[in-house]
């Protein structure tokens, strides 16, 4: 089961999606990447955002799931998005962050 630490660790992994904050896309978040979480390991299986396959919007977003037994629990789905960052003056304002689970 997906808990909210989960959900509070994968949605500040969405932000490493960003081609900006990182420049090498070895360096971004990639589909096939396994991302842990408190002891349960996520495999993303979708993101959009980086370099691979940027937004014209700045948004970057991925879906993970859950490894149990060897493999991604797709019964588990977990979204997480980042709103387009935006830029005012010497400021950097970024928009939420949200993770939720379909099931």
Same mark, same amino acid.
């Given at each position: 089961?997906?808990?909210? !630490?989960?959900?509070?660790?994968?949605?500040?992994? /969405?932000?490493?999606?960003?081609?900006?904050?990182?420049?090498?896309?070895?360096?971004?978040? !990639?589909?096939?990447?396994?991302?842990?979480?408190?002891? !349960? %390991?996520?495999?993303?299986? *979708?993101?959009?955002?980086? =370099?691979?396959?940027?937004?014209?919007?700045?948004?970057?977003?991925?879906?993970?799931?859950?490894?149990?037994?060897? *493999?991604? %629990?797709? =019964?588990?789905? /977990?979204?997480?998005?980042?709103?387009?960052?935006? =830029?005012?003056?010497? =400021?950097?304002?970024?928009?939420?962050?949200?993770?939720?689970?379909?099931?």
């Amino acid at each position: 089961m997906v808990t909210d !630490q989960n959900y509070n660790d994968i949605s500040k992994e /969405v932000y490493d999606l960003d081609p900006k904050k990182y420049p090498k896309y070895k360096d971004q978040v !990639q589909i096939g990447d396994t991302i842990d979480s408190n002891g !349960q %390991d996520f495999k993303v299986i *979708e993101a959009i955002g980086n =370099s691979a396959n940027p937004t014209s919007n700045g948004m970057q977003a991925m879906a993970v799931a859950p490894i149990v037994d060897g *493999e991604p %629990d797709t =019964s588990q789905i /977990v979204i997480a998005y980042a709103d387009p960052h935006f =830029s005012r003056g010497n =400021s950097f304002l970024n928009g939420t962050c949200l993770c939720y689970t379909i099931r």
